[in-house]
């Protein structure tokens, strides 16, 4: 789960999650339920650990420093602090070098796409820990996502949304498709559960010794070249799957 922070600093801070996400078949549902009730006391543990590593991980590979994470009787946590975003709308609203526009455009959808992986990333680390299919994403995870979206694309979000979760979901599964990466999300998870809190930079550290990829933004920017020359038909980080 991820604590974020408004743009005046005030705490938005997602519902404790306590199972799997909420939009499956009931069949799957009493499935994943029956699953992990058989999970141990200690199991449980690491797959809450595994989720936040799965969200520091993200937050490593796009570069954005969190706080800290922790583990605790109610589950885990990746504190985030303050994120802001801006609204379509003032793009359109702007005078000026359309060239400039566009590209101060860009740089606010990679914004937001670095938010929603960093989000989907937790759901994407669980359910590939636990072998489960298919990929969702755990309610509290969703809420701050479509929080994120509907402030970014106002009355499109409706649209928008579905798209850019499947998009954020398909960027992270190919990164942690990478061995290196998932070998990284899984230790670190053994750090948490024995530390219980790790320091943002602490973490950075760690994943940088273990050749975590940093290039998120580098990645994002190749993609969105190659989309408007015609040529982005896959989706970013796609070039790091292995």
Known sequence: MLEEADEDGHSIKAPSRRGMASRMSARGEERRRREFERLTAREREKLIAVH????????????????????????????????????????????????????????????????????VAGSIAEFRWMKWRPYLISPGDESLIDRVLRHVHGERFAT???GAKRAGAA???????????????????DQLVIARELEGVDVFSFLRGRRVPGT???????????AMSGEGDRPAHASGAR
């Open 171 to 189: 960027r992270i599964r190919a990164l942690f498709r990478r061995r290196e990466v998932w070998h990284a999300v899984l230790d670190l998870a």
């Open 52 to 119: 936040e590593a799965g969200h520091a991980v993200a937050h490593f590979y796009h570069q954005s420093l969190f706080q800290r994470m922790s583990l605790g009787d109610e589950g885990g946590l990746v504190n985030v602090g303050p994120a802001a975003f801006v609204a379509n709308a003032l793009f359109d609203a702007l005078q000026g070098d359309p060239d400039a526009i566009a590209a101060q455009r860009c740089r606010n959808d990679y914004k937001v796409a670095a938010a929603v992986d960093t989000l």
């Open 216 to 226: 998120g933004l580098r990645d994002f920017m190749k993609f969105a070249r190659a």
């Open 160 to 162: 928008i949304a579905p």
